[in-house]
């Protein structure tokens, strides 16, 4: 027997609809790539998004085709998601940090039809136009008088395309399974996959996000989205933000401290989400500059893990509540959150903060749980790590055109590539990257762990850990550190700082000193191009057991 409730297909124009009906003058704020802070509403947002979704149907944009964005995170940015998305059109999010042959691989693997873009990415466009020839249109997000100055034959402009089109539109009104966006992976290992988002992932995904237990948004809250909406779809904050009414700050290509904190308390802000290094450079402006922050009251980090330093500084220095978040473009992205349970409030802040400090529990609409490598199901007791695999409405299924196969196990989950533990009051901790973890006669050893405590040496500018071949134990780990200038150590001297530390058998078999330490587009280090310059390194251990 089914149910007989109204049959509501969860589309994401409903979103925005929402808030222009019922938070019509709340302002969405952008710092302009052209300079100055421009102001609009979710009423004017919604109207214009209405108007751009008749220009993409004079261009001939039919449901299903791809519509890509190349911009910062703006007001524009936002009503050409929604434009896109209202037709039943995918959104596209390319990332500007990438190299201009990915990008090229990325608009051909899609055949984006359209780029949205904005002024600060017309040369690499120019430059490479030849290159993609799916795209019939260019649109830059600028108006009539910066188009003025602009070289780029066939180029159109947003506000003219604005003014141009009425706002006479049927959005929504098709199946909530609808792809609605589409964003790639980072491609560390062979191509970029792509990762296509349906109405009904993203719609489930901003409720879940929308828990107090997890973001936990309210209409009274000034949202500052530093995480890039083509980054993971700025972890949803452009659907979460419009859902509840809240106010939304754009930071848009401006990310320097300085920058940011001007915007944070001219603006009121509230609440904002943004990677470590953003949460660090904060820091030193405030340090630098005795700044204050008189309305920030939370704060989420994450894409890469939150240091505790960041985290205490925040709460005791400027009373603002950081929590940790875990995911992943495959998730949407959000998987996990830091935020205390019962058990873990009632404890003193200090207890709790190796609780915030992992990656965090799962909220309802993500499933989680540990194998090892033959599958088995791991406990969860805090210090069994194993490969984290997913769950869940808002999690992938099949990457964009079958790339990389079946990629779900036989219980539909699927492999995160992290290495984890969980504990018994379900905070997850990412130990490793499943390619990054060693193996060493059949265990695992954490490379990061051993390379977190090695980075804290005092002479220690950056420390890395790889598994290196060994002939009894398969692979013994190997400790690279970057010194600090002007610093000498020795091997002895950095084994005996990590005794106590670590499990005994964890201990490098070697140390190597290094001048760098290779660090990848995402300024994360490098393992894979380390592993290839130690690929014949002979540690000495392994000369004795042959
Ligand atoms: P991306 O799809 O580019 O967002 O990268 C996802 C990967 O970033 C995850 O699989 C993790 O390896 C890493 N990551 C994301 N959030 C965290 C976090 N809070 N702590 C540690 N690693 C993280």
Same mark, same amino acid.
């Given at each position: 027997m089914l149910g007989l409730m109204q049959n509501w297909? &969860?589309? @994401?124009?409903r979103i925005l609809q929402h808030a222009a009906e019922?938070?019509?003058?709340?302002e969405i704020v952008t710092r302009s790539v052209e300079g100055p802070i421009v102001r609009t509403t979710y009423g004017q947002v919604h109207e214009r998004a209405r108007r751009l979704s008749n220009a993409l149907l004079a261009f001939g944009v039919k449901p299903g085709d791809r519509v890509a964005t190349l911009a910062w995170n703006s007001g524009r940015h936002v009503e050409a998601w929604y434009a896109a998305m209202g037709i039943g059109a995918v959104c596209h999010t390319l990332n500007p940090r990438l190299f201009a042959e990915q990008l090229c691989y990325i608009i051909n693997h899609a055949e984006d039809r359209i780029i949205f873009t904005d002024l600060t990415f017309l040369p690499v466009l120019l430059a490479n136009?030849? *290159?993609? /020839?799916? @795209?019939e249109t260019f649109v830059v997000m600028t108006d009539a008088e910066h188009m003025a100055g602009i070289d780029f034959p066939g180029a159109l402009c947003f506000e003219t395309l604005i003014e141009q089109h009425s706002s006479d539109v049927v959005w929504g009104g098709f199946d909530e399974n609808t792809a609605c966006g589409l964003c790639y992976t980072?491609?560390?290992?062979?191509n970029p996959k792509g990762v296509l988002y349906s109405h009904r992932s993203n719609f489930l995904h901003t409720l879940t996000t929308l828990q107090s237990d997890v973001m936990?948004?309210?209409?009274?809250d000034v949202i500052l989205? @530093?995480?890039?909406?083509?980054h993971a779809n700025a972890w949803g904050i452009a659907f979460s933000a419009p859902a509840v009414g809240a106010k939304l700050v754009m930071p848009g290509a401006k990310m320097d401290g300085a920058s940011i904190h001007e915007l944070l308390e001219t603006e009121g802000v509230t609440f904002s989400a943004a990677v470590p290094t953003v949460w660090q450079m904060l820091q030193q402006h405030l340090e630098a500059t005795n700044g204050k922050l008189t309305t920030l009251k939370r704060v989420v980090i994450g894409g890469s893990a939150a240091p505790e330093a960041i985290v205490r500084a925040f709460r005791d220095n400027y009373g603002v509540d950081v929590t940790h978040a875990w995911g992943m473009t495959e998730t #949407? /992205? &959000?998987?996990?959150q830091s935020t205390p349970n019962a058990a873990v409030a009632a404890l003193p802040y200090e207890q709790q903060l190796p609780y915030r400090l992992k990656q965090g529990r799962a909220p309802l609409g993500v499933q989680l749980k540990l194998t090892n490598d033959a599958d088995e199901v791991l406990p969860k007791d805090g210090k069994t790590f194993g490969r984290l695999k997913i769950s869940g409405p808002?999690?992938?299924?099949e990457y964009f055109r079958g790339d990389g196969g079946a990629i779900l196990?036989?219980?539909?989950?699927?492999?995160?590539?992290d290495v984890s533990t969980i504990d018994e009051h379900g905070f997850m901790q990412i130990t490793d990257r499943s390619k990054d973890v060693i193996k060493s006669g059949g265990e695992w050893i954490s490379s990061i762990e051993i390379e977190n405590i090695a980075a804290?040496? /005092? *002479? #220690?500018?950056l420390a890395a850990v790889i598994g290196v071949h060994h002939p009894k134990w398969d692979e013994r780990p190997l400790l690279l550190v970057k010194l600090k200038a002007g610093q000498t150590a020795t091997r002895e001297e950095y084994l005996a700082f990590l005794e106590g530390k670590?499990?005994?058998?964890?201990? /490098?078999d070697d140390v190597v000193f290094v001048d760098d330490i290779p660090l990848g587009a995402t300024g994360k280090i490098d393992k894979k191009v380390i592993r290839q310059q130690f690929e014949h390194y002979v540690l000495p251990t392994a000369q004795a057991a042959e």
């Open positions: 297909q &969860l589309t @994401v124009d019922w938070h019509a003058d709340r136009r030849d *290159k993609m /020839p799916t @795209v980072s491609g560390t290992t062979g936990g948004l309210s209409a009274q989205p @530093v995480v890039p909406m083509f #949407s /992205p &959000l998987g996990t808002f999690i992938v299924r196990d036989a219980e539909g989950f699927f492999d995160t590539g804290g040496h /005092p *002479k #220690s500018a670590i499990a005994k058998w964890w201990t /490098p």
